[in-house]
């Protein structure tokens, strides 16, 4: 072959079969294997060739890549093949004119071969064959390629690549799935096409419906552009396999807004076929016990993440905050998320420091409009899931109105949601389910109860059992507050601050049983709801405290506890302070040799602040 940048060398397509070959032609090859009288060369998955051992010009390993020269084409299909060396040539690629199918239609070709451009979502081994999950512009599906059993098959091909990919679609357990004959990346240049068809189809399904919220809201309205984004990077990691995982505060505003999204996001993993447990390993619920994304999620689902990564070939999950993720404690686990390079989406209402608007590509918190943490992240969330998959509306249009009562908002939008809740749930249902959700994640600890917590919200589709469950748990929880104020009460100190206030102190590791309900957090907000009824229309502070850890809660005070934290931690060398919240209920953390200085200057910033 005369060596020339007029020489052709052509590049089989992956839907190629023999009728594409020419003799006379060109080819790029891959070597298959060896025989004493020659050279077994792939020109595609579908199509090989022998090279005769006395045309071999250089020698191979297998898998190395081969340019071939078509002696001729017999009428059996084998097919003689000469190794030729040019060092100067131009590549052409061949493709068949087969019609590239959309996954969505499949189902219209069941036995039937098949040809699908699409995006490699996840790559998963069994003990059998290698299972592919391919996503194009309509849809995702599962195929299926084997070599032998256990074995990879397509070991080049990797997680996010642009394959064509040809074979029979089958039926196998009630679920679509195809048999792969052949599988090729594409060209840079074909994949690039492919790539941008698939992003702008799924762009344009991942946007949400327009829809009018519950109730009405000038807050809510200020926030429909955020709450859209990240409604539509949900659905766009849903239509792409992405795995979620998201991650709340353990108490009933935060459960609320977590299992609303949660209802939406499984309802769509379903829609959108996958296997039949896609919702159990592309989304996963994690309460956090701190209201802030501690190092301790951050690891626990960083671990998870790479694990499934390696074992079961999905992508890095997508991270959702709900009810935390806004505030300065965040960002030590929010760098960590760049460095793995996890898309980070929160829905809060405490009061956000702009520092982490950086690591997020999604955030929903009133404050960034005029409102305040009355409008709660149950709220919130399930207006976001209700955007997610308009579906599930009937199902968790309750959910707002239990997270208002749970977390005492005092917003105007409490009241219209609980106007939506009824007549099927009063007020007293809602507050009692609240306490019921509390009570219960406090035993469930780091679990997220999926199945417990549906019941306790009535969504398990047992109505009689959800009554009768939620009756049981306010009964016990309320048994265990009871017992607990009644040993406490005693022991509240009480004192007048300059600024007319009343503050009242507990000791709640002295004074109080540890390790049981309700938690100190829990604790100091039930002495302070028995304090505030004891001084109707009067300021009160309540600072429930332990040896290295203080718990606030005001009525009528103006604190901005973040703002006090950050002067705290500055004013007090060695005090270690940290904490937060929201700017009249909120924690604080020391050092607990440092207890007497921190909490002294706590309480001179508590009686500046005004009425």
């Not at 209802?263 to 592309?282: H, K, M, N, P, Y």
């Not at 749970?406 to 507050?431: F, K, M, Q, T």
């Not at 924690?587 to 005004?610: H, N, Y």
Request: aromatic share 6%; proline share 5%; glycine share 8%.
């Amino acid at each position: 072959m005369e060596d020339t940048e007029d020489t052709i060398v052509y590049r089989l397509g992956a839907n190629c079969s023999l009728d594409e070959v020419e003799e006379g032609k060109t080819y790029l090859g891959r070597v298959q294997g060896f025989a004493p009288f020659g050279v077994f060369v792939q020109l595609n998955d579908r199509v090989k060739g022998l090279v005769h051992k006395s045309n071999v010009k250089v020698q191979h390993s297998e898998r190395d890549p081969i340019i071939v020269h078509v002696l001729q084409i017999r009428s059996n299909g084998n097919i003689d093949l000469e190794e030729v060396t040019p060092t100067v040539y131009q590549t052409e690629n061949v493709t068949r004119t087969t019609t590239t199918v959309l996954i969505a239609d499949i189902g219209k070709k069941i036995g039937r071969t098949v040809l699908i451009e699409g995006e490699i979502a996840q790559i998963k081994q069994t003990s059998g064959p290698t299972i592919f999950t391919l996503v194009d512009e309509s849809g995702t599906a599962n195929a299926a390629a084997f070599v032998e059993a256990g074995v990879r098959a397509y070991p080049e091909v990797e997680l996010g690549a642009i394959v064509a990919l040809t074979g029979e679609v089958m039926q196998r357990n009630n679920q679509l799935q195809i048999e792969v004959s052949s599988m090729m990346v594409m060209e840079p240049e074909d994949a690039a096409r492919v790539r941008e068809r698939i992003d702008a189809a799924l762009d344009e399904r991942a946007e949400p419906l327009d829809l009018p919220f519950l109730v009405e809201s000038e807050v809510l309205e200020a926030l429909r552009p955020q709450m859209r984004n990240v409604a539509k990077e949900i659905r766009k990691a849903v239509l792409t396999a992405r795995p979620i995982i998201l991650r709340h505060h353990a108490d009933a505003d935060g459960i609320c807004a977590a299992v609303a999204v949660e209802q939406a996001v499984t309802a769509l993993i379903r829609e959108s076929g996958g296997d039949f447990d896609a919702e159990f390993f592309l989304f996963k619920r994690s309460p956090s016990k701190a209201p802030f994304y501690e190092i301790e999620d951050i690891t626990r689902d960083l671990d998870f993440a790479l694990k499934d990564n390696v074992r079961y070939g999905q992508k890095m999950p997508m991270i959702l905050l709900m009810d935390n993720g806004s505030t300065e404690e965040d960002m030590p686990s929010l760098k960590v998320t760049r460095i793995f390079g996890l898309p980070v989406m929160v829905v809060d209402h405490h009061h956000p420091d702009e520092i982490v608007d950086d690591y997020l590509i999604g955030h929903v918190n009133p404050y960034h409009v005029g409102g305040d943490y009355g409008i709660t992240a149950g709220m919130l969330g399930t207006e976001v899931a209700r955007m997610v998959n308009p579906a599930v509306e009937n199902q968790i249009r309750h959910l707002p109105a239990i997270a208002g009562l749970g977390d005492r908002s005092e917003a105007p939008e409490r009241a219209r949601y609980l106007a939506v809740a009824a007549p099927e749930y009063s007020e007293d249902d809602c507050r009692d389910i609240a306490l019921a959700l509390d009570y219960e994640q406090f035993w469930l600890r780091f679990s997220d109860g999926r199945e417990i917590v549906k019941d306790i919200l009535n969504l398990s589709g047992e109505p009689e059992r959800h009554e009768r469950f939620v009756h049981l748990l306010v009964e016990e929880a309320n048994r265990a507050i009871e017992e607990q104020i009644e040993t406490n009460m005693p022991h509240v100190e009480s004192r007048m601050l300059p600024n007319g206030a009343h503050l009242f102190m507990l000791d709640v590791e002295m004074f109080a049983h540890r390790f049981t309900f309700p938690p100190p957090g829990k604790t100091s907000g039930e002495v302070h709801d028995r304090l505030v009824r004891q001084h109707p229309g009067e300021p009160v502070v309540t600072i429930g405290f332990g040896p290295d850890f203080a718990v606030l809660r005001s009525r009528g005070v103006m604190m901005n506890i973040p703002q006090m934290v950050r002067e705290l931690h500055s004013e007090i060398v060695g005090g270690g302070v940290s904490g937060g919240g929201h700017l009249v209920v909120g924690s604080i953390k020391f050092v607990e040799g440092m207890r007497d200085v921190v909490i002294d200057s706590l309480i001179k910033k508590i009686g500046e602040a005004p009425i």
